[in-house]
């Protein structure tokens, strides 16, 4: 699919991983609704980016919040053929703490409901939109691109809600290409190592050395713009499809 005058629509859009992508999108002249609950990031970055670029503050996990944005996305610009979920979060919990405190069930739930609840529910509203588009070689319509983690494959002490939602993202890859497929909607998964975001800006150097450590090669956290370059890449491979691709330097996460 030519990325050109296609439609996109980046759930965390306003930073990370996220904005990153909205701008090479937009870049290579696509139209782009960022979707994001930060509402002051989100104006910003789409006055920073460019006039093909809007906002629509979303909540991923309310569906009433999702479809505003998925119709908003169709008024402005007239179609979805893109759509890359970025929005997630982080928790660093054990099953079982100390003084043998278990693991708190509220934040496993908002974990869940963000990274995997939110993710299947803009994918589902954002596809049924693609499904209407004209088909294009081959007969595609639309491409999915979702984000796990290799927390996903080998998460570390600690991340247990994080890695268990990260893995349900892997898991869901397959069964929605296939889907989607009588469609002609593709659907990808990049799983990111250790990336140089704000939130990882913010972590001390004890908790970011011992990551890149692990890193094989290059030996340093991944750019944003190389998460952004695979989705580029995926939107451009026709026959890339139910697919999830570390993208982590050869990083393998020990226990801790």
Same mark, same amino acid.
């Given at each position: 699919m030519d990325i050109k005058n296609k439609v996109a629509v980046v759930t965390g859009g306003a930073s990370g991983l996220g904005r990153a992508t909205v701008e090479a999108l937009a870049a290579r002249g696509a139209k782009v609704m960022i979707l994001d609950r930060d509402a002051q990031r989100g104006e910003e970055a789409a006055a920073a980016i460019g006039a093909s670029v809007a906002f629509t503050q979303t909540d991923v996990t309310d569906e009433a919040s999702v479809q505003a944005a998925i119709d908003a996305t169709r008024d402005a610009f007239g179609a979805i053929h893109l759509c890359v979920n970025c929005a997630g979060v982080g928790s660093a919990m054990k099953t079982v703490g100390r003084d043998n405190k278990p693991h708190d069930l509220g934040v496993f739930n908002t974990v869940v409901q963000i990274n995997l609840i939110g993710t299947f529910n803009v994918t589902r509203l954002a596809a049924a939109v693609m499904a209407e588009n004209e088909p294009g070689e081959d007969n595609e319509r639309g491409l999915i691109v979702n984000t796990a983690s290799v927390a996903a494959f080998d998460g570390q002490v600690g991340q247990v809600a994080y890695s268990a939602t990260k893995g349900a993202v892997v898991g869901m890859t397959l069964p929605i290409a296939r889907d989607l497929a009588s469609l002609g909607i593709r659907c990808n998964t990049i799983a990111p190592g250790i990336f140089?975001?704000?939130?990882? %800006?913010?972590?001390?150097?004890?908790?970011?050395?011992? @990551?890149?450590?692990?890193?094989?090669?290059?030996? !340093?956290?991944?750019?944003?713009?190389?998460?952004?370059?695979?989705?580029?890449?995926?939107?451009? %491979?026709?026959?890339?499809?139910?697919?999830?691709?570390? @993208?982590?330097?050869?990083?393998?996460?020990?226990? !801790?």
């Open positions: 140089n975001t704000p939130l990882m %800006n913010a972590a001390p150097d004890k908790v970011k050395m011992p @990551l890149i450590e692990m890193t094989q090669f290059p030996k !340093r956290l991944g750019h944003p713009e190389e998460y952004a370059a695979m989705v580029c890449h995926m939107v451009e %491979n026709r026959f890339l499809n139910g697919e999830t691709i570390r @993208l982590d330097g050869g990083i393998r996460m020990q226990p !801790r």
